[in-house]
């Protein structure tokens, strides 16, 4: 039996002073602070069996990766597949009572937040998430991955393969900055969701980190 460990890492924290919903835009680097988080987490995972890093298109990802491809003396792969999830809002303040959420022009992207209205579909994000998760567990098969992504597609991917809804309070989401959610296999079998924090909790309430 093969053990194979896929971690999914969040991007550390984004320099974003506006407080705008940034998603998919180009320009949003990480802040130092979250440089500071990409080089903890690096540490964390010094010692572990690492041969395959992996991250979304977006700078804040790859920034995030750097660290950690370079202790391993790997290099930095690419999957598009783990890029932020796309949203009609993006751009713009969406804190709740405030911003965009307060324009009559905006509520009927709010139609329907089961799916949800205002952006790609949950399962559409699982699904490629799935597939990105899946591509990194065969190549990295009897050691670690490391997969470098955003909080809405690791929560989503998780609720996906713990059988939840796809629905959800974004306030609730166990996703914080640089936060590790570890997929860990037995050949192609997911045996268990593992959940750490290796540069400490951040505040899921708080938007455009």
């Known amino acids: 039996m093969t053990s194979t460990v896929v971690h999914l ?29 990409a ?3 690096a540490e964390h995972l010094a010692d572990h069996d690492i041969v395959h890093v992996v991250a979304s298109p977006l700078e804040r ?4 990766a750097a660290p950690i491809s370079d ?39 709010l139609r329907n937040p089961f799916r ?6 949950y399962l559409m994000i699982a699904h490629r998430m799935l597939g990105a998760a899946q591509r990194a567990r065969a190549t990295a098969a009897g050691h670690e991955a490391v997969c470098v992504s955003h909080q809405l597609p690791i929560w989503t991917l998780r609720r996906f393969l713990e059988g939840k809804r796809m ?26 969701v593992v959940y750490t924090e290796p ?7 708080v938007t455009g980190a």
């Open 71 to 109: 202790s391993h003396r790997l290099e930095l792969a690419t999957d598009d597949r783990l890029i932020e999830a796309g949203n009609q809002f993006e751009g713009l303040k969406v804190a709740v009572g405030d911003g965009a959420l307060r324009s009559p022009k905006h509520w009927s992207k």
């Open 167 to 192: 629905w959800h309070d974004p306030r609730r989401r166990e996703c914080s900055l640089a936060s590790l959610t570890s997929l860990v296999f037995e050949d192609e079998r997911l045996v268990r």
């Open 61 to 64: 990802a790859q920034q995030t």
């Open 199 to 205: 540069a400490g909790a951040t505040n899921p309430k």
């Open 116 to 121: 949800p209205s205002w952006g790609e579909p």
């Open 9 to 37: 890492l969040r991007h550390g924290e984004v320099h974003n002073p506006s407080g705008i919903l940034y998603g998919r835009l180009p320009g949003f680097r990480l802040s130092e602070r979250g440089q500071r988080q």
């Open 39 to 41: 080089l903890t987490v």
